[in-house]
């Protein structure tokens, strides 16, 4: 039988936020994976009201939240926008969160096709009008990035056509970030037209290296296909990174995880991000849990504590000079033989 877990005597209190500098701007952790600042995906609460579901992370001491914009959890498109957006913006405040938007929607902009229209399609009108309309909600927000992606090239568009309107529909989106002040993380996901760190690196060069469009960084797409080791793929875009999504995976398979059921280790990752000075949210990203949606939360915000902390045992070990660990060797041998010898 399970134990519950113990909860706060007052649901969705609130905590002091992150510190921060002069400008607004969170203060990077210095090198210390364990004041990495930890959030989690509300497309991993579908089965919850977005209030209930901001106190949850809250009480479960979550730092902040990535907010998939969808019909349960202020949809973009439903009437009243600007006070629903008040109103979540004054939840996030008085319960300490950060948060960064992500637009992964499934079915939002059409009930038949899941995530169409994309930038690639013929008309990407509603596409582009829905990024611009996060652009703007998270300005509203403050939030810390905005993600997007590029979608999965349909069969009767060339591969020539598709990077184009990419391009394009990136540059209208650019636009609105740079009017409205706010970064944009663009997210490889495997199976679409961009799924690499290398096909990011093509796409903004592409777009003249804008100053707001980052990358978003899933951990778990890292083990799926990328040919670095995962720390390696932080230290490759780490003068990039806006966004973090965290969730375990297997090399090949694009499933998203739970911690400790996939091969990626963890506590190299925590510290390759925080050796980067990466200042934003590392958020799990666990789509397809939201029916056990607080257990898995809890588990998921121990194991990564759990890493965090275990990577100061590591740095000290290598920290120890070698001939201090020549000499305790040494001590220990001649302790054995002590021991036998009595």
Not at 2 to 18: D, I
Not at 27 to 41: F, I, Q
Not at 140 to 161: M, N, Y
Request: some cysteine; aromatic content about 6%.
């Amino acid at each position: 039988m399970t134990v519950p877990r113990p909860r706060p005597a007052q649901s969705g209190t609130a905590r002091p936020r992150p510190a921060q500098s002069g400008n607004g701007t969170v203060v990077p952790p210095s090198g210390d994976a364990t004041t990495l600042r930890l959030g989690y995906g509300t497309n991993g609460f579908a089965n919850h009201r977005l209030d209930d579901a901001l106190a949850v992370l809250a009480d479960l001491g979550y730092d902040g939240v990535a907010l998939t914009l969808d019909h349960d959890h202020l949809d973009p498109f439903a009437p009243g926008l600007t006070r629903r957006i008040a109103a979540v913006a004054r939840r996030l405040d008085a319960l300490g969160l950060g948060v960064v938007i992500e637009t992964g929607a499934r079915y939002l902009l059409d009930p038949w096709h899941k995530h169409a229209p994309t930038l690639l399609h013929d008309d990407p009108t509603r596409r582009i009008e829905f990024l611009r309309r996060a652009v703007r909600i998270g300005a509203d927000l403050g939030a810390e990035a905005v993600s997007f992606w590029a979608g999965v090239r349909p069969e009767t568009v060339s591969p020539q056509c598709a990077w184009d309107r990419l391009v394009a529909g990136c540059a209208s989106v650019i636009d609105a970030a740079d009017s409205a002040g706010v970064t944009l993380g663009f997210e490889p996901e495997p199976g679409m037209l961009v799924e690499s760190i290398t096909d990011w690196r093509r796409l903004h060069a592409a777009l003249d290296a804008p100053a707001r469009f980052g990358i978003t960084l899933d951990i778990g797409h890292c083990r799926c296909l990328e040919p670095w080791p995962v720390p390696q793929c932080v230290a490759e875009v780490a003068d990039h990174l806006v966004n973090v999504q965290i969730d375990d995976m297997r090399r090949g398979v694009h499933e998203h995880l739970e911690f400790g059921t996939g091969e990626i280790d963890f506590p190299p990752v925590l510290a390759a991000l925080a050796e980067a000075g990466y200042r934003g949210l590392v958020a799990v990203e666990l789509p397809r849990d939201s029916h056990a949606a607080p257990d898995v939360a809890a588990r998921s915000i121990d194991f990564l504590r759990a890493a965090a902390t275990s990577t100061i045992g590591d740095r000290r070990r290598q920290e120890v000079p070698a001939d201090a660990l020549c000499s305790a060797s040494t001590d220990a041998t001649d302790r054995d033989t002590n021991r036998r010898v009595e």
